[in-house]
């Protein structure tokens, strides 16, 4: 009866631990009703096992194993089974391997044995739950995305096998019958430690170095094809404006002629059309900085299909180099500009940009509406795309380039703005 209720705290404890994680770490959503229904639904599931397996209890943990990650699937929205079924197992293998290990060291009985594994189960649900809530979480969050799966996979099946020798020399402990094979066992056992302690960290970091420096490359890439198009419309203006110049003295004849013939509607007519070319062909911001003008005029077009307005008020430094202008202006108003596409365009829809250069310091804040409001969790925005892995990236850079500058970043949310405020210390020459 003890081991039946210690197994099910135990799963218990494990799926707490795997709701925090999937919720903090994973991006998951869920409602009040749904973790009550899954609760509800969850108990019965319990019982049942309980009474018809009391005396072999060893057969319906799989069962309820399985049930549980079920149910966190059925709570959570956005997430896969096999993520989540990945995290039970890690705990759970996690769990036990440390439990069997101490009863190892120290010799315990199966009494203080019992107690070990209790207290490294609430243990292992505190940490869970404190690392998910606390500002590590994105960092963690960061590591399991990018650590390829093969990687992962591998953790997981040497954490197995890990668990599995732990349990059958923690058996062959107790019943006092240590053979041959116990050596061999422990020297294959710690091998298998020595793997997952010194080894894997290092496979790890590799892995997730070559990963981020391959995409911060394509991403370098994409900014070079962003700058490239910014330069061919600042030299597509230029040769319009040249062509207008050349052609000034024609058009200039000939309102003359319409003036003086009475024609006044005539004229009226050319010089505003005139103008629209000249207003056409022309930069639509004035930023003090050649890359924001292009970049805001790119972004115009888009915009402008959506019906929504970009207006610009203030100045950017010019010490702030190219590539670095690009990330800034680039990912806040591309998200500005997403944010707006899910409006009606029958609402007023307006990303307002302010810079503004006091003290030392250079202050950027991006305005956008928004159809409800965005959850802010550790600082940042959760996000509602399917492909989970490649948002955030641009967030990241974002907060890679902030960062360079020993600068700040503030994100806030009501139920129709969303506002994004980014603060960064110029050098003293540049004031």
Aim: aromatic share 6%; proline share 3%.
């Amino acid at each position: 009866m003890l081991r039946i209720l210690m197994n099910v705290s135990g799963i218990i404890l494990i799926l707490i631990s795997v709701m925090f994680l999937s919720l903090n770490i994973f991006d998951g959503q869920t409602s009040a009703k749904k973790v009550l229904t899954g609760g509800a639904i969850f108990l019965p599931i319990v019982g049942v096992m309980f009474l018809l397996t009391w005396d072999e209890n060893i057969i319906y943990i799989p069962v309820v194993m399985f049930a549980g990650n079920l149910l966190i699937r059925f709570i959570t929205s956005n997430l896969k089974l096999s993520s989540i079924i990945s995290t039970f197992l890690t705990i759970f293998f996690i769990n036990t391997m440390t439990t069997a290990m101490i009863a190892i060291l120290f010799s315990l009985a199966k009494p203080q044995q019992q107690i070990i594994e209790v207290s490294i189960n609430v243990l292992s649900t505190s940490l869970c739950i404190l690392i998910s809530l606390s500002p590590a979480a994105q960092e963690l969050r960061y590591l399991i995305v990018w650590t390829p799966v093969s990687i992962r996979r591998l953790i997981l099946a040497i954490l197995f096998c890990c668990c599995t020798l732990s349990i059958l020399m923690v058996n062959n402990t107790l019943t006092h019958h240590p053979g041959g094979g116990m050596r061999l066992l422990k020297v294959l056992l710690l091998s298998l430690m020595l793997l997952i302690f010194i080894v894997l960290p290092i496979l790890i970091s590799y892995s997730v170095t070559n990963r981020s420096i391959k995409r911060k490359s394509e991403e370098y890439e994409k900014q070079l094809k962003i700058q490239l198009r910014q330069y061919e419309l600042l030299s597509e203006s230029s040769k319009e404006i040249r062509c207008i110049r050349h052609d000034n003295n024609n058009l200039r004849i000939g309102l003359i002629k319409l003036i003086k013939d009475g024609r006044t509607d005539e004229a009226l007519k050319m010089l505003e059309d005139d103008n629209n070319i000249l207003s056409g062909s022309l930069m639509k911001y004035d930023t003090g900085n050649g890359i924001v003008d292009a970049l805001l005029t790119e972004k115009h077009i888009r915009a402008e299909k959506n019906r929504t307005r970009i207006i610009f008020e203030g100045a950017v430094n010019d010490d702030l180099e190219p590539a670095d202008l690009c990330v800034i202006f680039g990912n806040t108003v591309d998200n500005a500009i997403e944010a707006c596409e899910k409006i009606p365009d029958d609402e007023e829809k307006s990303v307002h940009i302010r810079s503004i250069k006091k003290s030392g310091m250079m202050v950027i804040i991006v305005e956008n509406p928004v159809g409800r409001k965005v959850e802010i969790r550790n600082g940042l925005p959760l996000t509602s795309k399917k492909d989970k892995k490649s948002h955030g990236f641009g967030l990241y850079s974002l907060r890679k380039v902030i960062k360079k500058y020993d600068g700040e970043l503030d994100i806030s949310c009501t139920d129709s703005e969303f506002k994004i405020c980014i603060s960064l210390l110029l050098s003293a020459d540049s004031d």
